[in-house]
């Protein structure tokens, strides 16, 4: 079946500090990859995806590569914000390439960066 | 667009009581999702939909109707509410792999 493991939080760090979220994964077939992140009363938002083995999501400074080898999808940021608190989930979709999206959230991680 | 849009925000039921949480969304996506968020529980899927008409179970789907007559609109039914369904709820939609989150519904079954 289809599952997603996150390091557990809560996270805490001090602005500009360097950040790992770990995240790995089951799946049948080839799933697309990403991370969520949601502010505080909001609901979630697309922070960056990978379709295929070896690609790299990046947005607002944050990174992830997709690592076939090793089941992995770890989301970096090498300084953090105090705007970047929010929870982050990673997420799989074993629907590749087609417009349904079908997704399998890991238990999400919270971060709190502090001034 | 307005995007994906729920309402309403915030709810307060009785055990027993029925209610309708809104969903719809102005991007003409085909697909639509509901899930439930609990704590330390990520989000987990109760419903979906591929299209006007069609619709699926997740992996939460007791105690909820759903049903599919506009591509715009999904709502989610609780018949007869239960503690158990205390959490918050988002409506999705859904292009290209890319999910679009509504604001949540915060619900509250006393």
């Known amino acids: 079946g289809n599952s997603v493991t996150q390091m557990e939080g809560p996270v805490t760090l001090s602005e500009e500090a360097f950040l790992t979220i770990n995240c790995t994964y089951t799946?049948?077939?080839?799933?697309?990859l990403f991370w969520y992140v949601q502010y505080p009363g909001e609901g979630l938002q697309l922070l960056l995806k990978?379709?295929?083995?070896?690609d790299k999501g990046s947005n607002k400074g944050f990174e992830a590569t997709y690592r076939k080898e090793t089941t992995s999808f770890h989301l970096e940021k090498g300084s953090v914000q105090v705007s970047d608190s929010a929870v982050y989930f990673c997420?799989?979709?074993?629907?590749?390439?087609?417009?349904?999206?079908?997704?399998?959230f890991g238990r999400g991680t919270q971060l709190t960066v502090w001034p | 667009n307005a995007g994906v849009t729920q309402t309403p925000k915030f709810q307060v039921l009785k055990t027993g009581q029925s209610m309708t949480l809104q969903c719809a969304q102005d991007?003409?996506?085909?697909?639509m999702s509901w899930y439930r968020q609990d704590p330390g529980m990520g989000l987990r899927l109760i419903h979906y939909?591929?299209?006007?008409?069609?619709?699926d179970q997740g992996e939460v789907p007791n105690g909820y109707n759903v049903s599919r007559s506009t591509t715009e609109d999904f709502p989610l039914r609780l018949l007869s509410a239960a503690p158990s369904q205390t959490s918050v709820y988002f409506c999705?939609?859904?292009?290209?792999?890319?999910?679009?989150f509504g604001p949540g519904t915060r619900l509250l079954v006393l």
């Open positions: 999705a939609s859904s292009f290209k792999e890319t999910q679009y």
């Open positions: 799946a049948t077939g080839y799933p697309s």
């Open positions: 990978a379709t295929k083995a070896d």
């Open positions: 997420a799989l979709d074993d629907d590749r390439g087609s417009t349904l999206g079908r997704l399998y």
């Open positions: 991007m003409n996506h085909e697909y």
């Open positions: 939909s591929v299209g006007a008409g069609i619709t």
